[in-house]
């Protein structure tokens, strides 16, 4: 609904079921589905280094489960 809204969809067009009745003009096209996709990997990229180094670091068994 928000991402419709942004892209000046009126809100009354989700109030139906949004899954079958799409609006028209909903949605973003594949290469913007990439650019997506890159730049959300590029900033979980910082988080999962860190998380590696500690796993690395320490030795806690509930680490594992993670």
């Known amino acids: 609904m928000v991402v419709g809204m942004c892209q000046g969809l009126p809100a009354g ?13 909903f949605g973003f096209g594949l290469p913007m589905v990439y650019l997506f996709w890159i730049a959300l990997v590029l900033m979980l990229y910082p988080a999962c280094r860190w998380f590696a180094r500690v796993k690395a670091e320490r030795r806690a068994w509930w680490l594992s489960y993670l």
């Open 13 to 25: 067009a989700w109030l139906t079921d949004p899954f079958i009745n799409k609006p028209e003009g």
